[in-house]
């Protein structure tokens, strides 16, 4: 029993560092790019383009074309993509 409790006791403190991390991230898009340039997710050399991108899309409020989808695969390594 101590055992489910231990493992009860562990998950819960995943779920609330998750809660903290999102609410740490929260949705913008040049926060959310550097965190994921700062974990080797993306690469640094595409902040200036999002950054480009996002002053755009606030800018003047004219529609632009939705941008392209991206599917993150978690077996890909930051090394693999250049």
Request: proline letters at 4%.
């Amino acid at each position: 029993m101590d055992t489910i409790r231990q493992r009860s006791a562990i998950i819960a403190g995943w779920r609330e560092e998750l809660r903290e991390l999102a609410a740490s991230l929260e949705d913008d898009t040049l926060t959310v790019a550097s965190h994921a340039s700062a974990h080797g997710w993306i690469r640094a050399a595409m902040l200036p383009e999002i950054r480009g991108e996002k002053l755009a899309d606030e800018g003047d409020g004219a529609r632009r074309a939705p941008a392209p989808t991206v599917v993150v695969d978690q077996d890909v390594g930051a090394g693999d993509l250049e």
